[in-house]
């Protein structure tokens, strides 16, 4: 324990403690036992430390990504898949030791590894290995994350087919056939990544658009790549039964009236993730949720109780690793700073789907700028018609368009959707300019380096598609 304090009889007492050991809470825990200040992280599973994105989200999911594009048609599905897989356990390890050291090894910081409960405002029950510990704490921060949603789908609970995203990237087994339900984000990026792997893909969307929040532009041409590398889109189709055979699962579906079925090897639902706020006891706590179970917060992340905050996906807000950390800072601010950072400050939040190419968008779409009333001028190009861009052409990646959203008054880029080579990159790019009031024109006009992607907004920048009035 790098925390040099006695578990006396009534347990241990800290300034600060931290439940959950996500990207918020271990950033905030080691800024401020690095001032001196006694913290207490407490984290359910030894298997965790560092959170959901070095274990089992961002990192994994990106390490498969990483690999499937590599596979060649040579390859052998099985043996490539599970060198792969035990190639990203091993970063994982790498980070998850990482992690463990670096906050266990601060002075005045400590991990204990146990669910934590809380008990009242101030205390929490964790269970470790070695029996029960109480801490009691002065300031608490709660960073317990999301869990995955399983619908309510009858047979879909109980399958021995249907593994979490989590089982899926810690399996060795490759899936000869896997349905995907949801065509969200994250069943995207699994589509992508399996099909890729040598899988047949399957993904089942009740809604009659896949990526329905996308401008229809973007959207198909994103869902016309992911077709071609050979996924199939099942839209309109409403999941309603899962079968469990001796060695496989049948989907059943509803589509326009009729039932349908699939049979496959393993199902994903992959439709969402809630705030992990279940058996936590925050009403012990007199901590006030919302309708959807995320722990309630104000701008500054404070709770209903004001020395208790709640950072990440707890709190209801955009569930990505890097609004995690722009909590810590908020917390940071308003523990140790001047208390005026605040979630309202957040101008564009960009996101990224790793397909490949990558589709990464920022701010708002023509559609909810039009909606919001703004004049707008469009400016779009195809990578492939991008002379400016010999990147894409000397990387072989030629696919994908570039869209901006442009206000036709005031030059201010209002939103972006890249779906191009280096996309995860020039989206934050695109998204400081943004932030920082910089126009569509000096965007155009900047000098970037050669050969690069960035400098495609040379070209792009300057082809208007459309302009309002
Ligand atoms: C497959 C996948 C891919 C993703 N890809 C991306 C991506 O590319 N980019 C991106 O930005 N985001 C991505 N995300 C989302 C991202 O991982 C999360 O938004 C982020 O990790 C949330 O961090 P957090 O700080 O809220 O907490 P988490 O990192 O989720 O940490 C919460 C921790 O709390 C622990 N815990 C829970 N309850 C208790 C308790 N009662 N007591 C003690 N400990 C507890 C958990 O074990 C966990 O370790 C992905 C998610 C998944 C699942």
Do not use: W
Not at 255 to 278: C, I, S, Y
Request: glycine share 10%; proline share 4%; hydrophobic share 40%.
């Amino acid at each position: 324990m790098g925390f040099r304090m006695d578990i006396g009889r009534d347990g241990l007492h800290a300034d600060v403690l931290v439940i959950g050991f996500g990207k918020g809470g271990k950033t905030a825990a080691a800024a401020l036992g690095r001032l001196g200040s006694r913290v207490v992280v407490v984290e359910r599973s030894d298997r965790m430390y560092g959170g959901t994105c070095p274990n089992v989200g961002c990192v994994p999911s990106k390490g498969l990504v990483h690999h499937s594009r590599r596979r060649r048609p040579e390859d052998a599905a099985q043996e490539f898949y599970e060198a792969s897989v035990a190639k990203v356990q091993q970063v994982r390890e790498f980070m998850r030791a990482g992690n463990y050291a670096g906050l266990n090894g601060i002075e005045t910081v400590s991990v204990l590894t146990g669910r934590a409960v809380f008990l009242d405002p101030h205390t929490v029950a964790v269970e470790t290995a070695d029996g029960p510990v109480s801490v009691r704490a002065d300031t608490i921060l709660i960073n317990t994350g999301s869990e995955p949603v399983v619908p309510d789908i009858p047979g879909l609970r109980g399958s021995r087919f249907a593994p979490s995203s989590t089982q899926m990237i810690e399996s060795t087994r490759l899936p000869e056939r896997l349905a995907i339900i949801g065509g969200g984000y994250l069943g995207l990026e699994f589509a992508a990544i399996y099909q890729r792997f040598g899988t047949r893909v399957t993904v089942l969307e009740a809604a009659p658009r896949i990526m329905a929040r996308e401008d229809e532009d973007v959207a198909d041409a994103a869902v016309a790549i992911l077709a071609e590398e050979g996924i199939e889109f099942v839209t309109e189709a409403r999941v309603v039964e899962i079968r469990d055979g001796e060695h496989e699962a049948t989907v059943v579906y509803e589509q326009h009236g009729e039932k349908h079925t699939r049979t496959v090897d393993a199902v994903l639902p992959a439709t969402g993730r809630m705030p992990a706020t279940d058996g936590l006891g925050l009403d012990l706590a007199g901590v006030r949720t919302t309708e959807n179970g995320a722990v309630e917060v104000d701008g500054h992340l404070r709770t209903s109780q004001p020395h208790i905050f709640a950072l990440g996906d707890v709190n209801g807000g955009p569930q990505f690793t890097y609004i995690s950390l722009d909590d810590s800072r908020i917390v940071l601010d308003q523990l140790i700073g001047k208390g005026e950072r605040s979630t309202a400050d957040r101008v564009a939040v960009p996101r990224t789907l790793f397909m490949t190419p990558p589709l990464a968008t920022t701010g708002m779409t023509e559609k909810e700028a039009r909606a919001a009333g703004h004049r707008l001028r469009i400016a779009r190009q195809a990578v492939a018609d991008i002379i400016a861009m010999p990147r894409a052409y000397a990387v072989e990646e030629t696919r994908g368009l570039m869209k901006f959203v442009i206000d036709a008054d005031t030059d201010q880029i209002l939103g972006a959707a890249l779906l191009s080579i280096d996309a995860q990159e020039l989206i934050n790019t695109v998204t400081l300019a943004m932030r920082h009031g910089i126009t569509a024109s000096e965007l155009r006009e900047s000098v970037y380096t050669h050969p690069s992607s960035t400098e495609a907004f040379n070209d792009v920048l300057g082809t208007i598609i459309r302009a309002d009035g």
